[in-house]
């Protein structure tokens, strides 16, 4: 439990919510039987389907109903050997669950997995897609490290493109400086040589200068400046300019 | 641009001391409401809780409820097929439910009641040919389930079955410029993934791969002025870093470097003086997770009242001694 305050309520209060809870309860335990009972008979129930995404919507940490799920696609898989227009839409039906569920949880690894193994299973996935979605989660929250994560898996895909993946970097930290994620994407990025240097040099000194309380930023000035291309004298002249 | 600190600010009538008959309540209660709301909606963790609870009465020196129950629940748990061991009854074998389980199986020293050549084949089976491991046969990669798998083996002392040098270098491929480890190779440091690689490094023997002082400066700048430790730069602080952090600087021989009773006076003001428990930050709602990791970042801290904790393994140190299990401490 992260970051739930605690909130009084009156005796009334309590009683409603014991009675929405006492509810809720029932509703998921009925749901998760019938899901059970389904999944031990081998076969592909869309009711059963259906009720294992009303819980995961609310409850996406429920692991073994992902598991479930990949055992129909599987289902799917075999059923559709022929029929490939079948397969992609109903894969496409399921990246799109995820993403509402990551859209409630977005911190939440089952998610994230389900969607990078429906990817992994999929006759013709759009890992560019993948990319696009990526940038949108994080600019919704810059620091989801599930979503970097994820990301990487889909440049592995994709390839690499050095300049732009830099350039995603620095975009990042100009709009906040204390954007740890972005100083150790740029650690991974980058061979620093006697010709990137200067400029990483630049652009970490801007940062601590601008806001030399945020913390995110040291660690990689420091990293640069135990770099064996500085030299001696140049660390010495950066060293004595943080004295002002 | 500039950024404002985030951190949380202490109150004046704070507890400062530990509310140990109340936590006792707190943890016992917890494990009889079997049919609230919390606990169903929780099932899919239910092993993991028990050794949350379980574990944390033991650091407190109490064991209320009857150890048959739990063993049995345990070895219901276990999937006859796989030789793993799932969350709960009706749910999948998971590595993460597989280590759970042998710790608590090893608080009461009933190992032998499961299949252990099954959990051994369950772990073993899970090992990729990069020395990574996966957390069920689904193949996701974290470097929190090599933490699980070794962990595991050792308490069963079946360490032999993996391929060790292949799984450190997979941990070593994670090791970031700052010194940390994040959950897969090139994945941001974070002080939870952290705590998994240096533990799976201090069971293996194999710390010595680490640097040392870099990682350490990186945990110790954790700290807040409110004494609460983070779990990454530029985020709030949250008792159960209390843990992740400590305890790795405990492994790496550096506990001196963060300010103990700063971090003392924050992990008691998280205690809920009515309810008993510990939460991630004061005034917020208690949790087993979060009063085990209090209580356990408590004992690293010297409290004489609390047992002494295992830093690799989260575990009363009786127990580990009991099992013969040494880990490697740096100086």
């Given at each position: ?5 605690k909130?009084?309520?009156?005796e ?12 809720k309860?029932?509703?998921?335990k009925?749901?998760m ?12 129930d869309?009711e059963?389907?259906?009720?294992s995404?009303q819980?995961?919507?609310l409850?996406?940490?429920v692991y ?6 990949k ?6 898989i075999?059923?559709?050997c022929n029929m490939e227009n ?7 039906k399921?990246l799109?669950f995820?993403q ?11 998610t994230?997995h389900?969607?990078?193994w429906i ?16 940038l949108?989660y994080?600019t ?10 994820y ?12 300049e732009k993946?830099?350039?995603f970097s620095?975009d990042r ?9 972005s100083w150790h994407?740029r650690s991974?990025?980058r061979v620093?040589n006697?010709?990137?240097l200067?400029?990483?040099l630049?652009?970490?000194?801007n940062?601590?200068?601008?806001d030399p309380?945020?913390?995110s ?6 990293w640069?400046l135990n770099?064996k ?7 010495k002249?950066?060293?004595e300019?943080l004295?002002? | 641009m500039?950024s404002?600190?985030?951190?949380v600010?202490l109150k004046?009538n704070?507890p400062?001391t530990v509310?140990f008959?109340k936590?006792i309540?707190?943890l016992t209660d917890?494990?009889q409401?079997k049919?609230?709301y ?5 099932d899919?963790l ?10 944390a009465l033991e650091?407190i020196n109490?064991s209320?409820f009857p150890?048959?129950d739990i063993?049995?629940?345990i070895?219901?748990c276990?999937?006859?097929e796989?030789g ?6 009706d749910?999948?074998?998971?590595l993460l439910?597989t280590?759970?389980?042998v710790?608590i199986?090893?608080?009461?020293d ?6 252990l050549?099954?959990?051994?084949r369950y772990v073993?089976s899970?090992q990729n040919p ?5 957390g ?7 470097t ?9 083996l050792?308490?069963?002392k079946?360490l032999?079955?993996i391929?060790?040098?292949k799984a450190?270098?997979?941990?070593k491929?994670?090791m ?6 994040g959950?897969?190779p090139q994945?941001e440091?974070?002080?939870g993934l952290i705590?998994?690689?240096?533990a ?5 023997g194999?710390l010595d791969?680490?640097?040392q ?9 954790r700290?807040l ?12 602080p949250d008792?159960?870093y209390?843990?992740?952090?400590l305890s790795?600087?405990?492994m790496?021989?550096r506990?001196h470097?963060i ?7 924050y992990?008691l003001?998280c205690?809920d003086i009515?309810?008993g428990g510990?939460?991630d930050?004061?005034g917020d709602m ?6 085990l990791?209090?209580?356990a970042?408590?004992?690293?801290l010297?409290?004489?009242?609390i047992?002494k904790v295992n830093a690799?393994f989260?575990?009363?140190q009786s ?10 401490m740096?100086?």
């Amino acid at each position: 439990m992260h970051g739930r305050i605690k909130v009084r309520t009156t005796e009334e209060q309590k009683i409603l919510k014991d009675k929405e809870n006492k509810r809720k309860i029932c509703a998921y335990k009925k749901g998760m039987a019938y899901i059970l009972s389904s999944r031990k008979k081998d076969s592909y129930d869309p009711e059963s389907f259906s009720i294992s995404s009303q819980i995961l919507l609310l409850n996406p940490h429920v692991y073994t109903l992902w598991n479930y799920r990949k055992e129909v696609i599987l289902m799917e898989i075999q059923k559709c050997c022929n029929m490939e227009n079948e397969l992609v839409k109903f894969l496409e039906k399921e990246l799109d669950f995820t993403q509402q569920c990551i859209y409630n949880s977005p911190k939440c690894y089952s998610t994230w997995h389900h969607r990078y193994w429906i990817l992994e299973n999929h006759p013709s996935p759009n890992w560019d897609n993948e990319y696009t979605l990526c940038l949108k989660y994080l600019t919704v929250d810059d620091r989801n490290f599930l979503c970097w994560d994820y990301r990487r898996l889909i440049l592995n895909k994709t390839g690499l493109c050095l300049e732009k993946e830099l350039e995603f970097s620095t975009d990042r930290l100009n709009i906040n400086f204390s954007n740890y994620s972005s100083w150790h994407y740029r650690s991974t990025l980058r061979v620093l040589n006697a010709d990137t240097l200067e400029n990483e040099l630049n652009l970490v000194q801007n940062a601590v200068f601008t806001d030399p309380y945020d913390t995110s930023a040291w660690f990689y000035f420091r990293w640069i400046l135990n770099h064996k291309e500085i030299l001696r004298e140049k660390r010495k002249e950066v060293l004595e300019s943080l004295k002002n | 641009m500039g950024s404002i600190l985030k951190d949380v600010e202490l109150k004046e009538n704070i507890p400062t001391t530990v509310i140990f008959s109340k936590h006792i309540e707190f943890l016992t209660d917890y494990g009889q409401q079997k049919e609230s709301y919390e606990a169903v909606m929780t099932d899919y963790l239910r092993m993991s809780g028990m050794y949350w609870c379980l574990t944390a009465l033991e650091l407190i020196n109490t064991s209320p409820f009857p150890k048959n129950d739990i063993v049995e629940f345990i070895k219901s748990c276990q999937d006859t097929e796989s030789g793993g061991i799932s969350a709960s009854n009706d749910h999948d074998p998971h590595l993460l439910y597989t280590l759970s389980a042998v710790q608590i199986l090893c608080l009461y020293d009933s190992l032998d009641a499961i299949d252990l050549e099954g959990v051994t084949r369950y772990v073993a089976s899970l090992q990729n040919p990069d020395g990574s491991f996966a957390g069920d046969k689904w193949g996701e990669i974290d470097t929190r389930f090599s933490f699980c798998a070794v962990a595991t083996l050792s308490l069963i002392k079946k360490l032999d079955v993996i391929n060790i040098d292949k799984a450190v270098e997979f941990v070593k491929s994670c090791m970031n410029f700052d010194g940390g480890f994040g959950s897969r190779p090139q994945s941001e440091s974070h002080a939870g993934l952290i705590y998994c690689c240096v533990a799976f490094l201090s069971i293996t023997g194999k710390l010595d791969i680490v640097n040392q002082d870099n990682l350490a400066w990186w945990l110790c700048e954790r700290q807040l002025p409110s004494g609460g430790l983070n779990g990454r730069p530029e985020k709030l602080p949250d008792v159960c870093y209390s843990w992740w952090v400590l305890s790795s600087l405990a492994m790496l021989g550096r506990l001196h470097w963060i300010d103990r009773n700063a971090l003392k006076k924050y992990i008691l003001a998280c205690q809920d003086i009515e309810t008993g428990g510990f939460a991630d930050r004061p005034g917020d709602m208690p949790d087993p997770y979060h009063t085990l990791f209090g209580l356990a970042a408590l004992s690293l801290l010297g409290l004489e009242s609390i047992e002494k904790v295992n830093a690799a393994f989260c575990m009363p140190q009786s127990v580990i001694d009991k099992l013969q299990i040494h880990i490697q401490m740096l100086q």
